[in-house]
Nanobody, 123 residues
Framework: QVQLVESGGGLVQAGTSLRLSCRTS????????MGWFRQAPGKEREFVAAISRSGRSTYSADSVKGRSTISKVNTRNTVYLQMNSLKPEDTAVYYC????????????????WGQGTQVTVSS
């Protein structure tokens, strides 16, 4: 049973930074591409960033491009999302997900999901 546990969310002021972590267990982390998604109240879940199995290739949504960095440490079974210059519109529940078949931006192709961590950005 693969489990993903996010951490690092919280209430922060606009313009500050936050690093989210997602630790996996129960599977072979190095064989998964990983993604971060977010969902704001009343909105659909949207892609934020993704990283390949090796960590060499990364992708990010236009809404966070230049403000976020996704990284993957296979020896720690952990994927990180560093977000800088946070805006109130970044407020959402952030989810990490694992994909056995390869890196993707569509949420429906991911195999495993965490429970999410709330990020609230105040203006």
């Amino acid at each position: 049973q693969v489990q993903l546990v996010e951490s690092g969310g919280g209430l922060v002021q606009a313009g500050t930074s936050l690093r989210l972590s997602c630790r996996t267990s129960g599977g072979t982390f190095s064989t998964y591409a990983m993604g971060w998604f977010r969902q704001a109240p009343g909105k659909e879940r949207e892609f934020v960033a993704a990283i390949s199995r090796s960590g060499r290739s990364t992708y990010s949504a236009d809404s966070v491009k230049g403000r976020s960095t996704i990284s993957k440490v296979n020896t720690r079974n952990t994927v990180y999302l560093q977000m800088n210059s946070l805006k109130p519109e970044d407020t959402a529940v952030y989810y990490c997900a694992a994909d056995r078949s390869g890196v993707a931006t569509a949420p429906n192709v991911y195999d495993y999901w965490g429970q999410g961590t709330q990020v609230t950005v105040s203006s």
